[in-house]
């Protein structure tokens, strides 16, 4: 699977103050992140310097280059900021979700293929993947530690599910 050169990595989802500072929601480990990004870019490839970086909760508030009214940044609502894959920190033993994406689920001890991994789910603390079975069932796993084997994004997700988790799907 070709990966990405520049991965989605926030929306735009409103302006902040009268100099055209944005705020951003997220869609990376966390605001952490966009502190040590030096550009960011829309999809259809404009480039923007980012600079004062700072998190309100959840939310990302920075200022782009060229974006210095409020009327700038409105115009800049709701649109997707990417990142050169490159430039986004991943901590060692991490993956980014969408070269997750689409990938076999096996079993790590035998080779059985559960499925296929069809999205990743954060709504809590705990990541759940979205495993779809060759009969069509969605079966919902913890990404914990006890299931996950590894994760090869060249080859599966290698997992060790307790007995009868992916049984009782087919049967449903």
């Known amino acids: ?14 302006t902040h103050g ?4 944005v705020k951003l929601d997220p869609w990376c480990d966390g605001p952490q992140v966009f502190k040590k990004l030096k550009h960011l870019y829309l999809e259809n490839g ?7 970086v700072k998190t309100v909760g959840v939310f990302v508030v920075c200022s ?19 990142a050169k894959r490159e430039e986004i920190p991943l ?9 997750m994406i ?9 080779g059985e293929v559960y499925g296929t ?9 705990q990541e759940i993947y979205e495993i779809r079975t060759p009969s069509g069932k969605l079966v919902l796993m913890p990404a914990v530690p006890q299931f996950v084997d590894r994760i090869d994004t060249d080859d599966a ?13 087919e049967e449903a």
């Not at 009268?18 to 500072?21: I, M, N, Q």
């Not at 689409?102 to 035998?110: M, R, S």
């Not at 991994?117 to 603390?125: D, I």
């Open 1 to 14: 699977m070709e990966k990405k050169a520049y991965l989605e990595i926030a929306k735009i989802i409103n």
């Open 64 to 82: 782009l280059s060229g974006v210095t009214t409020v009327e700038d940044a409105i115009k800049l609502k709701n649109k997707i900021l990417l």
């Open 18 to 21: 009268v100099r055209g500072a």
């Open 117 to 125: 991994l069809e999205a990743v789910s954060q709504p809590a603390l």
């Open 91 to 99: 901590a060692k033993g991490s993956h980014f979700i969408c070269d």
């Open 102 to 110: 689409g990938l076999p689920v096996k079993d790590a001890n035998t």
């Open 46 to 52: 404009k480039e923007f310097e980012v600079s004062d």
């Open 157 to 169: 997700i290698h997992i060790t599910p307790i007995d009868g988790f992916f049984s009782d799907a």
